[in-house]
């Protein structure tokens, strides 16, 4: 495998042919004064608006959440990407994404403000005509207006296409009617400016640009959730609503360009936003596990509460450096583009939907990691993790919607498999011939060389064998079933948490090399200890999945020969994962909070 030289050329999904670099890596450790600045910002905004009412939120006090909205806004946190002449802070795609993670902790409010600021506002940004920005965008940006989007319907969620709204030209051709319902909407009690899909004669489906008292368009009762109870979610209904013909959006059957760059840049901004939860959620575990006796000691000197604390600052450490790795990415790639005369907008969305692929890992992953964290959490807090008087009940309940929004955790995986191959057929991905080297590698004598090859040399060896097994398994998927692998699932799901786990692995192991570079081993013994327990056990996952999806597909010699090849692959040398662990945990413990 190549070693990526040259870091503006690379290219989505590519990291899965070529190794990473040191270099090409950008982490938490690399934020300059200005975002360590917004990030402290934000945590402070957390801190003192909205940590001491988190129960007048989650009553839904009315006027509460958009009063919020319009301070944050007259902070600039509504509009990090916003440009300046448009009222914004005109920040770089990281700063934003530091945002979005500084809010994290803010539960109902933080699911409001990411809302607001992405989906209820990028639309119109990046889809609409100078004058729909010049109306809409300063508004949006400075909170006086709060911004929602209008897509799921009863009957089509993940299936947005499927929808059944429609929009029919007046006769005079000033107006579309509009027709039809939405559920889940996100804001939808407050907002004052929605984004929702319609099929033009019931076919062109089509995004409009529609205003709270726009005749026709009503609004239902707030629904009653699990969690994220301070969230405004309502259904919208249309009858023969009438929007004004300049307020289509973007062209006329193209809203699914709007829909899915838009969810692009979403999904890694929930992953940030998980990040910011899961951060929070760690830092009270931690408190209480030094505070709370049992036993005549505080629980957090157990082994048993120290593996749970050191796994979920794992977690977390190998979710943020695949998080801003791919950040710093969309943001070179948008520089790219403008530099080759692209506008702002085409740039950023070129840029975004060049790393799609990672978008849908980090969605699945970040979510899945804030998930786990807040469990643990709630385990570690006992019987008082069960009691609403302690807030990581709260995370809890407020966790799991990230696993279903955004598109669900299945289609996110489905969606990382379908993009690789995609771009593998249209020749931007050159996985044919990657896989066709592992192969010849399975029928050839293993090579024994020299295993000291300097540091991590075993590590970057990990990785890369890592990618031989998705290589491997997903190369004869193809093969064997063509086009009949969208059919299996099961498969795909597989082959996607491969993926998932390799790209995260990997970053883990560039982030952490880095910090060795900087501040030398002595002083990354933490880092070195979180990214081997990651790697550790992300290559048994890859085992297990490898193992499940060649079962599924091949049979006699050519099943033999790949289980043999995976258990090459997959081979680890012995590693004391609960001295790691410790070491970790008492870092954590000594230290109080979770950054490391
Ligand atoms: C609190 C909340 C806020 C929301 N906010 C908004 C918002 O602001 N705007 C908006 O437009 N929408 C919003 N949504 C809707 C959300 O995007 C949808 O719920 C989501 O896309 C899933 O759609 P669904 O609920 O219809 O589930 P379904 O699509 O019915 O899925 C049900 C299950 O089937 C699985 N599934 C579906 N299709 C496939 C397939 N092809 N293969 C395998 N498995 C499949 C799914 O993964 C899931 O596990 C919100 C939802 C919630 C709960």
Known sequence: METTMNKSALKGGEWLIQNGGVAETFTPEDYNEEQLMILEMCHQFIAAEIHPIVERIDKMEPGLMPSLMEKAGQLGLLSASVPEDLGGMGKDFVTSTLVSEGLGGGYSFSVAMSAHAGIGTLPILYFGTEEQKKKYIPKLASGEWKGSYGLTEPGSGSDALGAKTTATLSADGKYYLLNGQKVWITNGGFADVYTVFAKVDGENFTAFIVERNFEGFTRGPEEHKMGIKGSSTVQLYFQDCKVPAENVLGEIGKGHVIAFNILNIGRLKLAAAAIGGAKLALTDSIEYAKTREQFKTAIANFGAIKHKLAEMAIKIYADESALYRTAKWIDEKEHELLADGKPFNEALLGAAEEFAIECAILKVHGSEVLDFVVDEGVQIHGGNGF???????????????????????????????????????????????????????????PEFGNDDEGSFFQEQKTIANMKKCILMVAGAAVQKLMMNLSNEQEIIMNIADMAIEAFVSESTLLRMMKHVEKNGEENSKIQMAMMQCYLNDAMDKIAKCGKEAINAFAEGDEQRMMMLGLKRFTKTQPFNSKNARRLIADELIEKGRCSL
């Open 387 to 445: 009691s609403d008087e302690y807030t990581i009940s709260k995370a809890y309940r407020d966790s799991r919607v990230n696993r279903i929004y955004e598109g669900t955790n299945e289609i996110n995986r489905m969606l990382t498999v379908d993009m690789m191959l995609k771009r593998a057929m249209k020749g931007k991905l050159d996985l044919m011939g990657p896989a066709m080297n592992v192969q010849k590698e399975l029928i050839s004598i």
